[in-house]
């Protein structure tokens, strides 16, 4: 894994309505001398950055406005961690799309992440 990337993808399972990742962060990223060097942490902006190119891998890339909802950093992400993200997209009744996803990173029961995203007319 290059020293520039800070997730390695392991494994997928994509559906219509549910994507999953299983996913490791790479220890020798450089991000992490700078952020922090006593206690690397994944920095929130990339975390979210990764979310959102996992929706567009579900759907295709969706353009224009988005809005974070009820994002929460629960724990820090560190160096070498082997972490689930999962992404469900809302289906509105009828079973037409509404443009919402929610999301979760977590490892077994712990969560280390969790929110929603918003694109286009679903805010």
């Known amino acids: 894994m290059s020293e520039f990337e800070i997730f390695r993808v392991d494994h997928l399972i994509v559906s219509d309505s549910r994507?999953?990742?299983f996913f490791t962060i790479n220890t020798k990223a450089v991000i992490f001398?700078?952020?922090f060097p006593d206690f690397p942490v994944v920095p929130g902006?990339?975390?979210?950055?990764?979310?959102?190119?996992?929706?567009e891998k579900m759907d295709k890339p969706i353009p224009g406005l988005f809005l974070l909802?009820?994002?929460?950093?629960?724990?820090?992400i560190t160096p070498g961690l082997e972490l689930h993200l999962v992404i469900d997209k809302k289906i509105g009744s009828g079973g037409c799309e509404v443009g919402k996803y929610n999301f979760k990173i977590c490892q077994e029961v712990v969560n280390f992440c969790r929110g929603a995203i918003s694109f286009g007319d679903s805010q």
């Open 69 to 76: 909802q009820r994002i929460a950093f629960l724990k820090p």
């Open 45 to 55: 902006a990339c975390i979210v950055g990764f979310v959102f190119e996992c929706i």
């Open 19 to 21: 994507f999953e990742v």
């Open 33 to 35: 001398t700078e952020h």
